[in-house]
C-alpha cells in the first residue's frame, strides 16, 4: 500500500522499519520537529526522523501537508499531536495504541497501567477519528503486567506485538477490512502526560506503590536537599529497597556505593 507514516519517539521505529521491511511503499513520514536536546542547545532530530533518513524516506513535520500526497492509508504510531479533520477526510488513518481500549486512551498509556497496578495491558490497532483514541477497533493483543515488569520491558513487549498485529493487518486488501472497526465498549479510563511531580516518592504510602513508581522509571526522592533518582528497587516484606540511585549530576550507581559514602546518620531519612 501507499502509505503515510506518523510517529515520533523511539517506539515509533519498529513499525515503521517493519512495514518498508514488508514493501509497503511509505510515501511520506510524518515526525515533530527536530527539538533542542540535552546540554548546549543543540537541535537533534526524533528518532522517527532518524530512521525514515536511514531508510531513504521522504519526512516532513506539517501533517496539513498529507493532503496533497496520494495516500491509501495513514498509519499513526505515538505521533504526539492530534491530527485535524482535513487530513481525516482525505484517507483513512488507523493507529497503534499500547492500551486495552477504552481503558487508559491518552498520552501515557503504558505508565498508568503500570501505576494503577494493572495486571495486563495491551495493543489495540484502531481507527483514528476526531475524538481521543475513540474510533472503532480492528483487532488487540493482551499482555501481562508481572510483579516486576518495568514500564522499559513492558513498551518492548507491546511494540512486539504491536508490530505483528500491524503488518499482518496490512498485509490483507485494505477494502476488507478498514470499514469494519468494532465500536470499543467498558468503562473509558484517561492517561494524562505524567508530570514529573508525580514521580516524587512519597515514603508515607505503601511501599508496593512506590515500586510501582520505581518501575514506571523517572522515580525520585531527596536526601539532604538534593534530589536523589531512584533507578532500580527491590521489594520484599512490605519493604522497598533502592538497588540503583543517581544522585544529581553524578552517574547512576549502587545504592550500596552511594550510602558508603554519604554516611548517612541513623536518623536521616529519605524525602
Given at each position: 500500500?501507499?502509505?503515510?507514516?506518523?510517529g515520533?519517539?523511539?517506539?515509533?521505529?519498529?513499525?515503521l522499519?517493519?512495514?518498508?521491511?514488508?514493501?509497503?511503499?511509505?510515501?511520506?513520514?510524518?515526525?515533530?520537529?527536530?527539538?533542542?536536546?540535552?546540554?548546549?542547545?543543540?537541535?537533534a532530530?526524533?528518532?522517527?526522523?532518524?530512521?525514515?533518513?536511514e531508510?531513504?524516506?521522504?519526512?516532513?513535520?506539517?501533517?496539513?501537508?498529507?493532503?496533497?500526497?496520494?495516500i491509501?492509508l495513514?498509519v499513526v504510531?505515538?505521533?504526539g499531536?492530534?491530527?485535524?479533520?482535513?487530513?481525516?477526510?482525505?484517507?483513512?488513518?488507523?493507529?497503534?495504541?499500547f492500551?486495552l481500549?477504552?481503558?487508559?486512551?491518552?498520552?501515557?498509556?503504558?505508565?498508568?497501567?503500570?501505576?494503577?497496578?494493572?495486571?495486563?495491558?495491551?495493543?489495540?490497532?484502531?481507527?483514528?477519528?476526531?475524538?481521543?483514541?475513540t474510533?472503532?477497533?480492528?483487532?488487540?493483543?493482551?499482555?501481562?503486567?508481572?510483579?516486576?515488569?518495568?514500564a522499559?520491558?513492558l513498551r518492548?513487549t507491546?511494540?512486539?506485538?504491536?508490530?505483528?498485529?500491524?503488518?499482518?493487518?496490512?498485509?490483507?486488501?485494505?477494502?476488507?477490512?478498514?470499514?469494519?472497526?468494532?465500536?470499543?465498549?467498558?468503562?473509558?479510563?484517561?492517561?494524562d502526560?505524567?508530570?514529573?511531580?508525580?514521580?516524587?516518592?512519597?515514603?508515607?504510602?505503601?511501599?508496593?506503590?512506590?515500586?510501582?513508581?520505581?518501575?514506571?522509571?523517572?522515580?525520585?526522592?531527596t536526601?539532604r536537599?538534593?534530589?536523589l533518582?531512584i533507578?532500580?528497587?527491590?521489594?520484599?516484606?512490605?519493604?522497598?529497597r533502592?538497588v540503583t540511585v543517581?544522585?544529581?549530576?553524578?552517574?547512576?550507581?549502587?545504592?550500596?556505593?552511594?550510602?558508603?559514602?554519604?554516611?548517612?546518620?541513623?536518623?536521616?531519612?529519605?524525602?
Amino acid at each position: 500500500m501507499r502509505l503515510a507514516y506518523l510517529g515520533t519517539p523511539e517506539i515509533s521505529v519498529p513499525p515503521l522499519r517493519a512495514l518498508a521491511e514488508a514493501g509497503h511503499d511509505v510515501v511520506v513520514v510524518v515526525t515533530n520537529p527536530d527539538r533542542r536536546r540535552g546540554r548546549g542547545g543543540r537541535t537533534a532530530p526524533s528518532p522517527v526522523k532518524v530512521a525514515a533518513t536511514e531508510l531513504g524516506l521522504r519526512v516532513i513535520h506539517d501533517p496539513a501537508a498529507l493532503t496533497e500526497h496520494d495516500i491509501e492509508l495513514g498509519v499513526v504510531v505515538a505521533y504526539g499531536r492530534l491530527i485535524k479533520q482535513p487530513v481525516l477526510d482525505a484517507f483513512p488513518l488507523v493507529n497503534l495504541h499500547f492500551s486495552l481500549l477504552p481503558r487508559w486512551r491518552g498520552a501515557a498509556p503504558v505508565e498508568r497501567a503500570l501505576l494503577a497496578g494493572d495486571d495486563e495491558t495491551g495493543v489495540c490497532l484502531m481507527r483514528l477519528e476526531a475524538g481521543l483514541d475513540t474510533g472503532g477497533v480492528f483487532e488487540c493483543a493482551r499482555v501481562p503486567i508481572g510483579p516486576t515488569t518495568t514500564a522499559s520491558e513492558l513498551r518492548l513487549t507491546l511494540i512486539t506485538e504491536g508490530v505483528e498485529l500491524l503488518v499482518r493487518q496490512l498485509g490483507r486488501p485494505l477494502a476488507g477490512w478498514i470499514d469494519d472497526a468494532t465500536p470499543q465498549t467498558g468503562t473509558t479510563t484517561y492517561a494524562d502526560k505524567i508530570d514529573p511531580a508525580e514521580l516524587e516518592i512519597d515514603w508515607s504510602r505503601s511501599q508496593a506503590e512506590n515500586d510501582r513508581l520505581v518501575r514506571v522509571g523517572g522515580a525520585w526522592t531527596t536526601f539532604r536537599g538534593a534530589r536523589l533518582k531512584i533507578l532500580e528497587a527491590e521489594l520484599a516484606d512490605g519493604t522497598l529497597r533502592p538497588v540503583t540511585v543517581q544522585p544529581a549530576g553524578k552517574s547512576p550507581m549502587s545504592f550500596d556505593a552511594w550510602r558508603n559514602g554519604a554516611q548517612p546518620r541513623p536518623d536521616e531519612l529519605f524525602g
